[in-house]
């Protein structure tokens, strides 16, 4: 068995789609009006709209903009650099500074524009590493 993505539901793909190229700096490839993916080496980021519930069974499965127990993680090279870059951008969607965590990350915490959770990190010490 194979992790193969991690999909967000989301009312306007648009809007997640643009934010996700934003930050990533990463192009975001969409196959239909309802779905794309953001395709690193290492993970794929599926962002799908509520529309697309319905070939799943419907509408009640999931809800977009409710998240309130995961984090989307990214390994950046250098969490301060990505923070002067996007600070301007993320306004009060900002939840925390760049901050050296006790398991040795650098992090940066912030919201997308459905509410989700992510988080830019950098291992700084050796065993972190």
Do not use: C
Request: aromatic share 10%; proline share 6%.
């Amino acid at each position: 068995m194979n992790f193969a993505s991690i999909r967000i539901i989301t009312s306007d793909i648009r809007v997640l789609i643009q934010f996700y190229e934003k930050i990533t700096g990463l192009p975001i490839t969409k196959y239909t009006e309802d779905f794309a993916e953001l395709r690193t080496p290492y993970f794929v980021l599926a962002i799908g709209s509520a529309r697309t519930l319905q070939l799943f069974g419907g509408a009640h499965l999931a809800a977009p903009q409710t998240n309130r127990s995961v984090i989307l993680e990214f390994r950046v090279e250098n969490v301060d650099a990505e923070y002067d870059k996007l600070k301007e951008h993320l306004g009060n969607d900002l939840v925390q500074l760049p901050t050296t965590m006790p398991w040795g990350n650098r992090s940066m915490l912030f919201r997308d524009p459905d509410g989700n959770l992510v988080n830019f990190f950098t291992p700084v010490t050796d065993p972190s590493k």
